[in-house]
């Protein structure tokens, strides 16, 4: 696998939280949600709720936002218009939700606190399906695309497929985030990159610049990183 770099901008913004599938860059500012898109800006923001937690653009026209302190999740549309509220305290007060990861169609990963399970939740039918498999350790994130979810935890990484069975619980060490690529995972651990092709077991170190990675995006056949002074753009090549 090789890195071809596209372009390296200096940014004077410092809260890149997202990019979706057409390179537009969301970013949260004082508790507001910004859409950056070459037509022009959108801007969200909600003084009902606490702070945004988390934001999922994987369909960039139901963008979901997450306000955990709140117990909430609005979706928006891609000018960040609300389509739907919801309150997790009002459908089921055994709910209390830390993570999510949007899901196919209208369903959504969540992590339940209260029994430490991963849930489908489908918020057209207001139902959920809870998958069986405890979790241990302490949860970090929720990834998933359409056809599984991955679990990281300070000790371990879950791979559950649709239907909430366990594929994989891979041990692990350090590692601080995860995004999805074909089926396989990047992740970050001290500071470098690295990509692990689940079907053959190989873990390896990206060749790519000393950066201080704050955050980084994997995006169809593009990674992005984020160092807060820099927003680098490498598209992803096959050997």
Same mark, same amino acid.
């Given at each position: 696998?090789?890195?071809?770099?596209?372009?390296?901008?200096?940014?004077? %913004? #410092?809260?890149?939280?997202?990019?979706?599938?057409?390179?537009?860059? =969301?970013?949260?500012?004082? %508790?507001?949600?910004?859409?950056?898109?070459?037509?022009?800006? /959108?801007?969200?923001?909600?003084?009902? /709720?606490?702070?945004?937690?988390?934001?999922?653009?994987?369909?960039?026209?139901?963008? #979901?936002?997450? =306000?955990?302190?709140?117990?909430?999740?609005?979706?928006?549309? %891609?000018?960040?218009?609300?389509?739907?509220?919801?309150?997790?305290?009002?459908?089921?007060?055994? !709910?209390?939700?830390?993570?999510?990861?949007?899901?196919?169609?209208?369903?959504?990963?969540? $992590?339940?606190?209260?029994?430490? !399970?991963?849930?489908? $939740?489908?918020?057209?039918?207001?139902? +959920?399906?809870?998958?069986?498999?405890?979790?241990?350790?302490?949860? @970090?994130?929720?990834?998933?695309? $359409?056809? /599984?979810?991955?679990?990281?935890?300070?000790?371990?990484?879950?791979?559950?497929? $649709? +239907?909430?069975?366990?594929?994989?619980?891979?041990?692990?060490?350090? @590692?601080? &985030?995860?995004?999805?690529?074909?089926?396989?995972?990047?992740?970050?651990? %001290?500071?470098?990159?690295? =990509? /692990?092709?689940?079907?053959?077991?190989?873990?390896?170190?990206?060749?790519?610049?000393?950066?201080?990675?704050?955050? +980084?995006?994997?995006?169809? &056949?593009?990674?992005?990183?984020?160092?807060?002074?820099? +927003?680098?753009?490498? &598209?992803?090549? !096959? !050997?």
């Amino acid at each position: 696998m090789k890195f071809k770099l596209i372009f390296k901008k200096e940014t004077l %913004n #410092k809260n890149i939280k997202a990019v979706d599938n057409f390179n537009n860059i =969301y970013s949260i500012i004082n %508790n507001e949600l910004i859409k950056s898109s070459d037509g022009g800006n /959108y801007y969200y923001k909600n003084s009902l /709720y606490s702070n945004i937690s988390s934001i999922d653009v994987q369909n960039s026209l139901k963008i #979901k936002l997450f =306000y955990e302190d709140s117990n909430s999740l609005i979706v928006l549309d %891609n000018k960040l218009s609300e389509i739907s509220k919801i309150n997790f305290n009002i459908i089921n007060p055994n !709910k209390i939700i830390s993570k999510f990861s949007a899901s196919n169609d209208n369903n959504i990963w969540v $992590y339940n606190e209260l029994n430490s !399970k991963i849930e489908l $939740y489908n918020y057209i039918n207001n139902t +959920f399906r809870i998958v069986n498999s405890e979790i241990s350790g302490e949860v @970090i994130s929720l990834e998933s695309n $359409y056809k /599984y979810c991955w679990v990281l935890t300070d000790s371990h990484i879950y791979k559950f497929n $649709y +239907f909430g069975s366990l594929i994989t619980k891979t041990a692990i060490n350090n @590692i601080q &985030q995860i995004e999805i690529f074909n089926d396989n995972l990047f992740f970050k651990k %001290n500071n470098e990159l690295f =990509y /692990y092709d689940q079907d053959l077991l190989i873990e390896y170190k990206l060749d790519l610049e000393n950066l201080l990675i704050k955050d +980084f995006f994997v995006i169809n &056949q593009s990674l992005y990183i984020y160092d807060s002074e820099h +927003f680098i753009k490498y &598209q992803i090549q !096959k !050997k």
